[in-house]
Structures are given as C-alpha cells and as structure tokens.
C-alpha cells in the first residue's frame, strides 16, 4: 500500500497543470480509503474535465432517481424481493472506476458509451419490473419474454411491440461488475444444492439465483440456448425449474453449432433460427414481421461499422478514445441488445469523437508504453484490471478477444444471405467465439495482435473455464513460438467470485512481469500494490 | 457361483487398449478406429475392412504429459487417454472420430494431431459437430454430419466401402451384439441374478474395445453359460443399486460398490448399455446411414440437450430403468471437472430424491470420482453408508406395513 502523502505541488508542479487536470502522474491510488477501491474524495482532473465528469455523474443519479420514480411502490417491493437488484445502487461506483484517469477526449467518448449502457440498463431494468408476476400482472406482463443470458435479441424485432430481456444479465453477469462480493453469495447458492465449485462461477451464478428463485416472472415462454459454452448450456438445465416454472412456460432451446465456421454446419444455424422464429409466432399468436425484423438489422450494421472504423483507427493510430474497460463492456452489451435507439445514438457520437481525435491527432492516452490485446474470457468482478494496466503501467489495452464478437455485417438484401450471416451473428458470441470450434480459433490472438499493432498480450486465465484449461499446453507451446514478437503476461481471475483469485493476484502477476522481466517503472507507483478485498 | 469361462479373459482384453483381438485384427489388415464419445454411431466403425475401438486408459494414474497440456482443472478421462496416447498406447489406431460435444474431449482430441501422436502418416482426425437437439431434422443433419465428416474422408484416405450393402452388415452385426448383451444385462433384473454387475460391466467394456466379428462369439458362449448358470442359494447383496453417470470405463468402481453390498442391477453410464444396446431398426424407406444416424440421436441420454422435453425425459428415463431393474437406489457419479455431469449428478440427484414431476422418489448416492478410484476408501465408506441407508429404509418400509 502506497504510504507517502504526495502533495499538491509535487504532483501538478504549475498551477495551469492543476487546472487542467494534465499532470504527469495522477497518483490515483492515493485517493483510495485503505482496504478497499473507494475514492476519499472525487477525482480532480482538472476543471473542465472534473465538471464535464461530476455533471455525468449527477446525470446518473437523476436517471437512477427517475427509475424508482415510475413506480417507487413497485420498485421498492423489487428491492425487498430480489438481493441482486440492491447491486445497481452502486452503479455511480461502478463508474467512477471505469472512468479513473480519464482526460479530454477519452473521458467524453467513455462517458458517451457509459450513458449508453445506464440508459439501457435503466429501460431494461424497468421493462422487467413492470411485466413481474411477482408483484401483479401489468398488461406489459405477457409481452414481454425471457432470453438466455447470451441469445441476442435480434428475433424479437420481428414482433413489434413485444420485449426480450436477456435475464441472467440483468440478474446475474451485471452483480460482480456493480459490487464484486454480491455474486459470491449466489454461487454459494447453486453449490450447496450440489454442483460442483470447481465449475465456471458465471453458469454457478444464474444458477444460484434461480435457486433463490430471485429471476422475475414474466411471459410465457423462455428462449435458452447453449452459447457461450458446456458449462452455460448446463445451466439451463440447472434453471429449468425456476425459470420454466416447472414448465408452465414453454421452453426453446435456441442452439448454435459448435464448429460454427465449417461450411457443413451452417445448415444447422440457418434452421435454428426459423425455428426460433416459428416457436415465437406460436407462442406469441401473431406473424413475423420481416421488415421491421431487417430495419433492426440494419441499425446493427450502422453501429457493427462504426465499430470496424474505430478498430481501423485503433489499429493504425494511437487516436483511439474509449479506454479499455469501457470499449470492452460497450461492444459485449451491444451484443446482446443489438442496434437499439442508445446503440447508435452512442455509436454516432463517438464516432465523431474519434474522428476529431484522428483530425486533429488528439491522443487520448498518452502514458502509453505498449500496445496490448487481452484474449481469453476476462474477469467481471475485476474488469477494470486492464484499466489499472494502463494507469499503472502504461500497457493500453487496445482490443480483447470478446470484443471481436458479433461484427459482421449482415446481408438484408436476400433472405437466404441475411439468415445465413445472422447465424454465424449468433454462433460468435462473447466468450464462444475464439474458444470453440477448434484450437485455430484461440490462435487467432496471433494475427489480431499484429493486426492492432500489440506488443503486449494479456491472457486471462479464468481458473474456472474448462475450454481454456484443455488449451493450456497448446497456448504455452504457441507462446514460446512468438516471444520474441510479445510480451505474454499472464493475467489470473475467478470471473464471478472474487474470493477464490482476488483483483489483487491478478495485479500482482502484472507487477511481477513488469518489475522482473520488463524492469520497468511504474507510471503511477500509488497504483502498483493496493489492497481492496473490501471494496467493490 | 463358478466363474464365467472367459472372464479371466475378458479381464485380460480391458487391461490394455491395444489388446489381443486389436492385435489380432490389425494382424489381418484391418483398420482401427477410434472413438471417444457415445454419439459416435458404432456400426459405421465397424464395417468390413475396419473396426470400431473405443478408448480408454486402463492402469493411467499419473496424467502428467496430459496435465501439462490440460491442467489438473481437466477431467481426468480426457487426460488419461491423452496420457496414453503421449505413452503410445494407441498406435495402432488409424483415424480417430472425435466430436465437438464436450468442450473437454474436443480438446484432448485435438493434440492428437497437434502433438503428432499418432506415428502414422495417414493418420486421420474427424470432428463431427453434434446437433444439441433431437429430432428428425436433426438426426437427418446428423446424417449429413456423417456423411461428410466420417464416410467421405475414410473412403478417400483408406478406401473403406460404406456402400449400403457393408453397412446393413455392420448393422446386422451390431444388433447381434446388442441382442446378445442386453439379454445378458436382463437376467440383472432376476431377484437372485446369475450375474453380477461386475461381471456385466466387464463383458460390456469387452463389446465396445474389441473387434466385434472377434468378439462376437465369445459373448455368445458366455450368454450360452449363463443361461445355465447357477446361482447363489439365495442373493448375495444386500441391496439393489443403479449406477447413473460419466465416463465410468473402470469396472474396479463396480466391483467397489459390489465389495460394499451392493449389486449393480443398472448401468446408465457412458460406457454402459443403457441407453447403447438397443438394435438399429432400418424402417421402410430409409438407408442403412439415416437408419444409424436416427438411431445414434434419438436413444442417446446425455445431459447437453436442453428445453423441457429433454430435462423432463431424462429423469423420467433413470426413474423408468430403476424401476425396471428393480433397483432400490440410485448411484449418481460424476468425473471430476466434468461439466455436464457436474450438473446433470446435482438436478437428477434433486429431482429423482424429491420424486420431482417423477410418480415417485429414489434414494440417491452422489459421488464425484478420479478415472482411477477402485481402491478409494473414502467412496468404499461412502457405498457402505448408503447400502445401511438402503437396508434401513427397507426394514422401516416393512415395520410400515405390519
């Protein structure tokens, strides 16, 4: 821990610097109360920029305020009713760390993309609660259906009028993102019921809060489906019973191959789909509609080429604006939800933000020493370690695996084309698509290294996945074939549960590569060991 | 009871992948295939010219080469069989038809060909990609699946004849065997049965690692002998269990649960008969490949398929077989780290204990297990427990009903 006061004047030097906000070092962890991630105090980046932040931050709360303000009856009941929904009131927390050490540029594209989500979250959120049986049926109740956690919505755009909530986000992903403890007491759930603890925490997670029967209860129909992997797919299963409500809602599984790029599959993506479509219209007693269907995808496409025109300058320049954490979180949301109103109102406007940036040749970061992609599937609970990266080491995470998900552009001009690419949109999901279908897929990072212009690899290791496991060799092999093009630094989490790998191991086996191979400084030594077991 | 003629050497055959009937059917030209995976539809292996073996890794209780490349979070299965690969244990094989159905598995299968494994410079690896659902849309890609990732390739690297007439032979070959082997594992369901579940597990593991056209009449003359065997004056267990679980290729783990007093009436494993030993029926219309594929997806039970059809069917299932063999409990196992039956051991052990949506409730034991663990003490006392836990409820059932 970090002990020396370092004073105003030792860190800003000048008095413009102060009022910039542009000092060499930001001296970040010397803010924290000790023991945890908590700021004593707001993060002074200077005047424009601490304004610009705190009217964001106040914005957030006045959003959060209007949430319980449609109906603080129903919204109150909600809070007694489920645990995991007390996690988004520290969504301004939340924040605040995705956003630490932002400046300039960077601090408005991030706060553009951070709104997008809160909006999103925010409507989602509320069209869950509003449709709850648990708290009476509303005529929002039987419109609105349940997806699995990974299954994009883009099907349910061809039934205006009727929602999709992607439930074990909303209850369940999110919770170690928000707060990291919370997701500890579900997986303690699932496991006491039996299964086993050394299974990925995430599957354990949905399942502990179906066994705490915390998932609400709305519509009459669940579409699950086996993306992103063996222990998700197990899962449903494990939930059947809470979800289903013994059965009562019809169930789809809506499946993916596994090989999903050998052309000898594609059949089988191509039929799950029309079976999907044909389920909902039983279910849902009214026809598909192709066109408001294709306008949706086309608001995907709009924001799918936003993003290949953000990695071109991410790849070719260092004018990128959205710091790791953010883009990485903003692209596997996007997945899920698809072109939605928030997406491409975002999209646009940080488009625009990056194009100034490559104009004027802005650099948004400029304590960068490497360039890094982070492949394999990252922490929630510590997610914004490749944020710390940055603003304690100066590696700048340009790209990670989960962001290469779900950006093809899909083809509206012909069915058959159009239902084909969809296909091959559902099968690459976050946390599927360089894992499954064969070892080439995992030795993708390769390429995208080069590609982004890498030095530097960070290669989470998620003691919990048993697709990664199985690779371990292969991935130690094909490492030692390319260190003499990268820094390979392995980058050790638990996904959901915070106790078995705290945030600090993982920042311990940066440090030790930093420190011991690299030999380098710290760009911010307040940053470089910190305890925060007991923060969010 | 006297010993079953063959069984020294039926026994002798599961000591080694390679075994004497392998060797002696490479010796005759044949080709090898290998397999890890219940989806894997036998008959195709089987054809003339070729046989069907499915791995395993008797003996392997240090994974090390393995661990290296998989890590100790991998199931223990997956890297026993690539440790004996690593050792050369399966050298003899030609192709290996493998599947994207365990995550696992699938990579295990994968370093055979990275690694080189396999000293054979026509080595074949064919990964099939197994629909998650069932159905006859499904088994039809099933089939297609088959076609293009199994019969093509062997056809052009080896030559082999998939014609229908070849296959319809496997197929008469294979239901013979099944025949043979369930009529074996009925007599399980006799009160005082003339077999013991160890001596089944053994006698199913010889059926799917042995050339079936060398094997064939060896099962039958041991079903000849058991038709006439005698059995103990009265049972000599003292309670009747099902085993329902994972890659159970040890048949230690039987003889294990038979130590402790308990016979083994039910098989309903990866590695077991049921589901595995139903005959393929080749209905009017159909060929020999969409009769096999059909049948492959249908009367398979393991735990991926998802939706309520699936959920619901296969507890009804385990309940059914219970039922049937008249067991008094249910041994849930599962390897360690195996995801699928990590889950599948806790809700089957939930809903089958509640008698959940079931007409009515099992006594469970549920067991996590290494690839070797016949001599774990802690499952011996842990067997012990629940045949004293069977034995009790029997005893309090009787004093019921007096």
């Known amino acids: 821990m970090w002990k020396r006061k370092i004073g105003l004047k030792e860190q800003y030097g000048t008095i413009g610097h ?50 319980v303000a449609r109906n603080p009856v129903r919204l109150a009941r909600a809070f007694w009713k489920y645990r995991w929904l007390s996690a988004y009131l520290g969504t301004p927390m939340m924040v605040d760390r995705w956003l630490e050490g932002d400046r300039g540029m960077a601090l408005r594209a991030d706060t553009a993309a951070v709104e997008c989500m809160i909006d999103d979250t925010v409507s989602a959120l509320w069209k869950m609660i509003r449709a709850d049986r ?34 074990p986000q909303y209850c369940a992903f999110m919770m170690p993102l928000l ?98 479509i044909h389920f909902l219209e039983d279910q849902l007693g009214r026809p598909f509609n192709w066109d408001t269907f294709k306008k949706h995808l086309e608001h995907t496409n709009e924001f799918n080429r936003g993003s290949h025109e953000r990695w071109d300058i991410y790849a070719t320049t260092n004018n990128g604006a959205l710091n790791p954490v953010v883009q990485g979180m903003w692209r596997i949301y996007f997945y899920q939800q698809g072109g939605n109103k928030y997406f491409l109102r975002s999209n646009k406007k940080i488009l625009r933000i990056f194009e100034k940036c490559v104009r004027r040749n802005i650099q948004p970061f400029t304590h960068v020493r490497h360039r890094a992609l982070a492949w394999s599937c990252g922490s929630t609970y510590n997610a914004n370690v490749i944020l710390w990266l940055y603003n304690c080491w100066g590696i700048l995470t340009v790209i990670n695996m989960d962001s290469l998900t779900g950006h093809n552009l899909v083809d509206t001009s012909d069915e058959a084309l159009m239902m084909a690419d969809l ?17 080439r897929h995992l030795m993708q990072m390769w390429e995208t290294a080069e590609k982004f212009n890498c030095d530097t690899i960070i290669m989470y290791d998620d003691i919990g996945c048993k697709g990664m496991a199985g690779a371990q060799g292969l991935l130690e092999e094909e490492m030692r074939r390319h260190s003499d093009r990268f820094h390979i630094i392995w980058l050790p989490h638990s996904l959901m549960d915070c106790r078995i790998v705290p945030s600090s191991e993982g920042r311990k086996a940066v440090n030790q590569y930093m420190q011991n191979v690299l030999h380098e400084e710290p760009v911010d030594p307040t940053l470089v060991d910190f305890d925060d077991e007991l923060g969010w | 009871m006297r010993d079953l003629k063959h069984l020294a050497y039926f026994e002798e055959l599961l ?67 690539l440790e004996r690969a690593f050792e050369g244990g399966y050298n003899f094989i030609s192709a290996l038809i ?146 329902v679980g994972s890659e159970i290729d040890d048949p230690t783990l039987t003889k294990l649960v038979e130590m402790c007093g308990a016979m083994v009436v039910a098989d ?30 249908l009367h398979n039970e393991c735990p991926r398929p998802m939706g309520t059809e699936a959920t619901v069917g296969r507890r009804e299932y385990m309940y059914a077989l219970a039922q049937d063999y008249r067991a008094e409990g249910i041994i849930l196992e599962n390897m360690k780290f195996c995801e699928y039956w990590g889950y599948e051991r806790a809700i089957a052990g939930k809903w089958l204990s509640e008698g959940h949506m079931l007409p009515g409730a099992f006594p469970t034991c549920q067991i996590e297990t290494d690839y070797t663990n016949g001599s774990s003490g802690q499952l011996r006392t842990r067997f012990q427990a629940f045949v004293e836990s069977l034995e009790i409820k029997r005893i309090q059932a009787a004093a019921g009903k007096e």
């Open chain 2, 15 to 81: 000591r080694e992948a390679n075994n004497a009937l392998c060797r002696q059917a490479c010796a005759e030209g044949k080709l090898a295939l290998a397999y890890n995976c219940s989806y894997i539809p036998e008959p195709l292996l089987d054809v003339e010219g070729c046989f069907g073996v499915r791995l395993r890794a008797p003996g392997c209780t240090n994974p090390d080469l393995a661990t290296y490349y998989m890590t100790n979070r991998s199931c223990s299965y997956s890297r026993s069989i």
């Open chain 1, 179 to 276: 707060r990291k403890q919370l997701g500890c007491y579900y997986i303690d759930q699932a496991i006491s019921c039996g299964i086993p603890g050394e299974m990925c925490t995430l599957p354990l997670l949905e399942t502990g809060v179906a066994v705490e029967d915390e998932y609400p209860d709305f519509g009459n129909c669940w579409l699950t489906t086996n993306t992103p992997c063996d222990a998700n797919m197990m899962d449903n299963n494990a939930m059947w019973r809470a979800i289903s409500n013994d059965g009562q809602k019809a169930v789809h599984p809506f499946t993916t191959p596994m090989m999903y790029d050998d052309p000898t599959t594609r059949e089988l993506g191509v039929h799950e789909i029309y079976e999907a």
């Open chain 1, 423 to 439: 296909a091959d949109w559902y099968a690459r999901t976050p946390m599927r698509t360089h894992t499954v279908g064969g070892n």
């Open chain 1, 134 to 167: 648990t708290f009476g049926e509303t005529k929002w109740t039987d419109t609105t259906i349940t997806f699995d956690y990974t299954l994009a919505k883009h099907i349910i755009y061809g039934f205006p009028g009727i929602e999709a909530m992607n439930i």
């Open chain 2, 98 to 243: 493998g599947q994207e159905c365990c995550t696992t598995m699938n990579r295990m299968e994968q370093y055979f060909e990275y690694c080189e494994l396999i000293p054979n410079d026509r080595f074949l690896f064919a990964c099939i990609d197994m629909p998650i659902k069932k159905g006859a849309w499904y088994g039809g890609y099933f089939r297609r699946q088959l076609e293009q990732k199994v019969v093509q390739p062997l056809t052009e690297r080896f030559g082999i004849d998939f014609s229908e007439q070849r296959l319809r032979e496997a197929i008469e070959r294979h239901n013979e065997l099944c025949r043979i082997i369930t009529e074996i594992g009925n007599l399980r369901k006799a009160e005082n049965p003339v077999i013991t579940g160890y001596e089944f597990h053994v006698i199913q593991l010889v059926s799917l690692v042995c050339p079936k056209y060398l094997i064939l009449d060896l099962l039958r003359e041991t079903l000849e002998e058991l038709n006439t065997r005698e059995p103990e004056t009265k049972p000599w267990f003292r309670a009747r269990v099902m085993m």
């Open chain 2, 268 to 297: 309903r494993y990866c590695f077991g008969s049921l589901p595995g030993r139903e005959p393929i029926e080749i209905q009017p219309g159909q060929d020999a490949l969409e009769a096999i594929a059909q049948h492959y997806m």
């Open chain 1, 18 to 67: 102060f009022l910039k906000g542009d000092e060499a070092c930001h001296y970040l962890g010397q803010r924290y109360i000790e023991g945890t991630n908590f700021y004593a105090r707001r993060e002074w980046r200077g005047v424009r920029d601490t304004s610009f932040a705190f009217a964001h931050w106040l914005k957030l709360w006045v959003k959060m305020a209007g949430l």
